[in-house]
Nanobody, 126 residues
């Protein structure tokens, strides 16, 4: 059983930066595509970014392109999300997830992911 634990969230002013971490443990953790999603109050969970297991291929939501960067350190079983130029609309709970059993592709759909962390709150003040 894979366990994912996010950290790094917090309160930041607009224009600031945060780096989220996702540490995996358990059966061959983080040897599969993995991604970041977020969910704001009253809204559906939405895709933020994803990367293949070696991070050679990266995918981003249009709303975060050029501001967020996903990276992985598989030797540390850790995935990161560097978030720059943060905006109040980035406020949400951020989740990391691992895509194990589904075929490649469709990285933007939450139902394609099999393991999820508990989430970390990011709040951006204006």
């Amino acid at each position: 059983q894979v366990q994912l634990v996010e950290s790094g969230g917090g309160l930041v002013q607009a224009g600031g930066s945060l780096r989220l971490s996702c540490v995996a443990s358990g059966r061959t953790p983080l040897r599969y595509p993995a991604g970041w999603f977020r969910q704001a109050p009253g809204k559906e969970r939405e895709f933020v970014a994803a990367a293949t297991w070696n991070a050679d291929n990266q995918y981003y939501a249009d709303s975060v392109k050029g501001r967020f960067t996903i990276s992985r350190d598989n030797a540390k079983n850790t995935m990161y999300l560097q978030m720059n130029s943060l905006k109040p609309e980035d406020t949400a709970v951020y989740y990391c997830a691992e895509k194990v059993f589904s075929p490649p592709g469709n990285y933007q759909y939450p139902n394609q992911y099999d393991y999820w962390g508990q989430g970390t709150q990011v709040t951006v003040s204006s």
